[in-house]
């Protein structure tokens, strides 16, 4: 069987409930047939646990919600979708609020298929992003 490639899309650096999920997760993957890379933001916690499970990770502060369809939203695109084509990704995985919608436009331009989910406890007036259904066909 053919190893297959998998980006994790994370918007903290920090070592939290969510964090041990997704940590646990990856590390219950069968490695020989999945290759695991991640974006996350520079240095943290959770980016010396990546370390440790000898997990590639490439650095990026994803954007707040209230801009990530700015300038610095379509910049943050456009660096999922150049590490997603050097890296031969076959599948996104986004793993909070924070990358959900930026992995999902990026995952439909290059034709990645995507999983996304959350673990946020949301406060009054956030927005959520998994309440929103996405229809592109």
Same mark, same amino acid.
């Given at each position: 069987m053919e190893t297959r490639n998998i980006l994790?899309?994370?918007?903290?650096?920090? *070592?939290?409930?969510?964090?041990?999920?997704?940590?646990?997760? #990856? /590390?219950? $993957?069968? =490695?020989?047939?999945?290759? *695991?890379?991640?974006?996350?933001?520079?240095?943290?916690?959770? #980016? /010396?646990? $990546?370390? =440790?499970?000898?997990?590639?990770?490439?650095f990026l502060d994803f954007p707040r919600i209230k801009s990530m369809l700015s300038f610095k939203g379509w910049n943050t695109v456009k660096k999922i979708i150049e590490i997603s084509k050097k890296k031969d990704i076959n599948l996104i995985h986004s793993s909070g609020t924070g990358t959900n919608l930026l992995g999902a436009i990026s995952a439909k331009i290059t034709g990645i298929p995507i999983v996304w989910h959350a673990r946020n406890v949301l406060a009054e007036g956030m927005f959520d992003t998994e309440r929103k259904e996405l229809k592109w066909r």
């Open positions: 994790y899309l994370h918007e903290t650096s920090i *070592l939290g409930g969510a964090e041990r999920s997704l940590l646990n997760l #990856v /590390d219950k $993957l069968d =490695k020989t047939k999945f290759n *695991l890379f991640f974006i996350c933001p520079p240095e943290g916690i959770f #980016v /010396d646990e $990546l370390r =440790k499970r000898n997990i590639e990770c490439d």
